[in-house]
Nanobody, 116 residues
Framework: QVQLVESGGDLVEAGGSLGLSCAASGTIFRLNAMGWYRQAPGKQRELVARISSGGITNYADSVKGRFTIDRDNAKNTVYLQMNSLKPEDTAVYYC??????????WGQGTQVTVSS
């Protein structure tokens, strides 16, 4: 069974930076694409960033130029570096694993709160 455990969520001021990590176990990590999603109160969960097994990245327009997704296959970990944070980035952030575009496993989420 695949397990994904996020960490790094925190309260940060607008304009600040935060790094999230997601450690995976129970899967051949390097074969999976990994994504970061977020869900704000009253809103649908949305894709923030995704990195393929080959390292190709894509980002939501709202975070392009501010967020960076990366992966370390040796550590079975995917990262999300968030810079120039805005209050509208406040959400629960989830990592997810997929093999064909649709996530099949989710982490429990980590709260990111950006104060204005």
């Amino acid at each position: 069974q695949v397990q994904l455990v996020e960490s790094g969520g925190d309260l940060v001021e607008a304009g600040g930076s935060l790094g999230l990590s997601c450690a995976a176990s129970g899967t051949i990590f390097r074969l999976n694409a990994m994504g970061w999603y977020r869900q704000a109160p009253g809103k649908q969960r949305e894709l923030v960033a995704r990195i393929s097994s080959g390292g190709i990245t894509n980002y939501a327009d709202s975070v392009k130029g501010r967020f960076t997704i990366d992966r370390d296959n040796a550590k079975n970990t995917v990262y999300l570096q968030m810079n120039s944070l805005k209050p509208e980035d406040t959400a629960v952030y989830y990592c997810a694993a997929d093999l064909s575009g649709t996530p099949y496993s989710w982490g429990q989420g980590t709260q990111v709160t950006v104060s204005s």
